[in-house]
Antibody, heavy 117, light 109 residues
């Protein structure tokens, strides 16, 4: 059974960096695609980016200048750093596996992050 | 502003049929597969339709997907109260090499 679990601070100050980690069990992150998505309260889903194979990445163009994804295959986890956060970055952040049929099939439970001083 | 355009909300009565539209462009819907997800409050999104019109096992045949050009539709027949949820379309966009989502459609039954 594939399981994903996000971890990170629930509160981040404006202008600081939001760092989240997703620990994966039941599957090696050396396979498939591993994405981050987010959902601000009352709004829709937004894809942030993905990492795959040996660290290849794709990013949402609107966030590309502030986002960095990385992976640690020895610990079977992947991470996201989002710099210079503002209140607009307040959201529930999900880490998600995407299979080779391009389906977002396994989701973490979501990490609620608030940007506030 | 989402790359894919969906109506913010639709409503229908139990037993009726409803369609949710999703429009995009050549670089996303026009050239790539579209996926539909159902998002119920307090849960994680669930795949309803993949590759435009394919249903995963376990998804009732009340749900169907279709595509024409740069638009797709999700149809739900025999509406039930448990179908009340937010529905999202998603596709890969070649021009920005990124996944793009619709803004979501809230279905009221």
């Amino acid at each position: 059974q594939v399981q994903l679990q996000e971890s990170g601070p629930g509160l981040v100050k404006p202008s600081e960096t939001l760092s989240l980690t997703c620990i994966v069990s039941g599957e090696s992150i050396g396979h498939y695609y591993w994405s981050w998505l987010r959902q601000p309260a009352g709004k829709g889903l937004e894809w942030i980016g993905r990492i795959f194979k040996k660290g290849n990445t794709n990013y949402n163009p609107s966030l590309k200048s502030r986002v960095t994804l990385s992976m640690d295959t020895s610990k079977n986890l992947f991470s996201m750093n989002l710099t210079s956060v503002t209140a607009a970055d307040t959201a529930v952040y999900y880490c998600v596996r995407q299979d080779y049929n391009e389906v977002f099939d396994y989701w973490g439970q979501g990490a609620r992050v608030t940007v506030s001083s | 502003q989402s790359v894919l355009t969906q109506p913010p909300s639709v409503s229908a009565t139990p037993g009726q049929r409803v369609t949710i539209s999703c429009s995009g462009s050549t670089s996303n819907i026009g050239r790539n597969y579209v996926y539909w997800y159902q998002h119920l409050p307090g849960t994680t999104p669930k795949l309803l339709i993949y590759r435009n019109n394919q249903r995963p096992s376990g998804v009732p045949d009340r749900f169907s997907g279709s595509k024409s050009g740069t638009s797709v539709s999700l149809a739900i027949s025999g509406l039930r109260s448990e179908d009340e949820a937010d529905y999202y379309c998603a596709a890969w966009d070649d021009s920005v090499t990124a996944w793009v989502f619709g803004g979501g459609t809230k279905l009221a039954v």
